[in-house]
RNA sequence: GACCCUAUGGUCUAGCGGUUAGGACACCUCCCUUUCACGGAGGUAGCCCGGGUUCGAUUCCCGGUAGGGUCGCCA
């Protein structure tokens, strides 16, 4: 039987991190297998929901790159969908919801209860076959002793998360349940509901979680906590995948950096640990430094351009040509895109400005002869390009007798106001001759 | 309070009775170099504690401790 697998997030407004990465390991089991990977909206409280929140997640699962086989084409819950196990918004399946709950009624496993039906939960421990942690016996807690029944539908009609998961699951014919640990003790519900129904629950298989670096929950607040924050942050998609992919689960031979490709090949439930995770935005920060590197310099153009645009720099004052320009030279350098607006900020400046401190260490007067030269030497270049910039520095600080670094450094700091940056030279070249005396000369002018 | 899961450097992890406990991020040193980044060489740092089982436990069992989760007419 082929495997069906599904990813049900609520549409709170954000995509947590978390949950991004369940729908990860959901697609990649689908994909791995052969399977189907279903997505289904579980807006079951309506007075939250909206076509905005279900966007914020299609939008969230399309940039990480995760299709679905079976769910729904826009954030309309009463929009097109694919699949033929529909409706996929669970706020659109109420009459199935209707006819389960009769059926648990006929069959006495559900009774009105001032005006909200209850399921009557099984007093003995239930095991829950988990294929991740293992078989789990849970007991009933002392105040489910108390009482063990729990509402299915409340008193305003609205069916509740346990039920309508249960009969969606049941009723897609989903055979694979791969969720968050944070689920597992409800799995005894989820179970009991399955046996009251007469059919096999789903494999399900608890994933761990991902806490902060801290060690406490990851909640809606944390900084890093909604996967909004990598797309607006200019985060590479594969990376933020590869990332997820790591934490929780692991390929066993030491490889850190995997493809998409290799993902699916290699993913499988075997592999998923079983302890929580902490987010280390360091490790992240330099896999994303890695597919930045790597990617093709018409990607890394246009995703800098977006970067810069989001970072409001007036690039319309500037030909096309040069912004390409100014980006080719900041190739391999950052490891995040939202690093390029500090980094390459100087390109799209009017000025710059130099501390007093870098004029103090940089601009001294025993240096102040050499960089003068050095700015006359400049100023009679025919033309400016990085080689013969590289020649005229280097040719005057043979003849000062002094290291190109004694120059190097005042003539960065002049032009970009930064101790760091991309290549002197070609920056140098890029900006161009006007541009370069007039920073040269405001600098010279401070000391 | 009860129930459940988990436990290898700061972090992510490999390990599945005998290993000099491996890799990656981060950090430190050095080299390369026009800065940074990259690359290269090296380094600091780890099996939560206590009992068992065993000739031998990081590894198996029990207990403790710690962390996390769950017990809603939220999902």
Redesign the pocket.
């Known amino acids: 039987m082929s495997i069906r697998v599904r990813f049900?997030?609520?549409p709170?407004g954000y995509l947590h991190i978390g949950g991004a990465r369940t729908a990860l390991f959901n697609w990649l089991y689908a994909r791995h297998t052969g399977g189907t990977f279903v997505l289904r909206i579980?807006?079951?409280?309506a007075a939250?929901n909206t076509q905005e929140a279900v966007d914020v997640i299609l939008n969230g699962m399309r940039w990480l790159g995760l299709d679905w086989d079976e769910g729904p084409l826009t954030g309309d819950a009463k929009g097109p969908s694919k699949g033929d196990f529909g409706p996929y918004f669970?706020s659109q399946r109420g009459e199935i919801y209707k006819r389960r709950v009769q059926e648990l009624k006929d069959k006495g496993f559900a009774y009105d209860?001032?005006?909200?039906v209850k399921f009557r939960m099984t007093r003995e421990?239930v095991v829950?076959p988990?294929i991740v942690?293992?078989?789990?016996?849970?007991?009933?807690?002392?105040?489910?002793?108390a009482?063990p029944d729990?509402?299915i539908?409340?008193?305003?009609g609205?069916?509740?998360?346990?039920f309508?998961?249960v009969v969606d699951d049941l009723e897609m014919n989903i055979t694979h349940v791969l969720r968050?640990?944070?689920?597992?003790?409800?799995t005894a519900k989820h179970v009991a509901m399955f046996k009251a129904f007469g059919v096999e629950p789903p494999k399900y298989g608890?994933i761990?979680?991902i806490?902060n670096?801290d060690?406490?929950?990851m909640?809606k607040r944390d900084k890093g906590a909604s996967l909004n924050t990598y797309q607006e942050e200019g985060f590479v998609p594969e990376a933020v995948v590869n990332y997820l992919s790591?934490?929780?689960?692991?390929p066993?031979?030491?490889?850190?950096k995997l493809t998409m490709e290799e993902l699916i090949q290699l993913f499988d439930v075997p592999?998923i640990?079983?302890?929580?995770?902490?987010?280390?935005f360091?490790?992240l920060?330099?896999?994303d430094?890695?597919y930045i590197?790597e990617m093709s310099p018409e990607r890394f153009r246009q995703l800098g351009l977006e970067a810069l645009q989001r970072a409001k720099f007036p690039l319309e004052k500037f030909p096309a040509d040069y912004v390409n320009a100014a980006l080719d030279t900041c190739r391999?350098?950052?490891?995040n895109f939202a690093e390029l607006g500090p980094y390459a900020g100087f390109y799209f400046a009017d000025e710059v400005t130099v501390a007093p401190e870098a004029i103090a260490k940089d601009f001294t007067p025993e240096n102040l002869p050499r960089l003068k030269k050095l700015r006359d030497a400049f100023a009679r270049l025919e033309e400016f390009k990085?080689t013969n910039l590289?020649q005229a520095l280097k040719a005057i600080a043979a003849e000062s007798g002094v290291?190109?670094?004694v120059l190097?450094?005042p003539t960065?700091m002049a032009c970009t106001g930064?101790?760091?940056?991309?290549?002197?030279?070609?920056l140098l070249e890029v900006l161009g001759k006007e541009t370069v005396l007039n920073r040269f000369d405001a600098a010279l002018a401070q000391v």
Do not use: C, M
């Open positions: 049900a997030p609520s709170t579980e807006d079951t409280d939250r669970q209860h001032e005006g909200a421990p829950i988990d942690v293992g078989d789990v016996t849970r007991e009933l807690t002392d105040r489910e002793q009482d729990f509402v539908v409340r008193s305003d609205q069916p509740v998360f346990h309508v998961n968050g640990e944070d689920h597992l003790s409800n608890h761990p979680l806490l670096i060690g406490s929950k909640s790591l934490l929780g689960w692991s066993k031979n030491n490889r850190e592999g640990l079983r302890s929580n995770a902490k987010f280390d360091e490790k920060h330099w896999l430094g890695e590197r391999g350098k950052v490891k990085a590289e290291k190109a670094g190097v450094h960065r930064n101790t760091a940056g991309p290549s002197l030279y070609h």
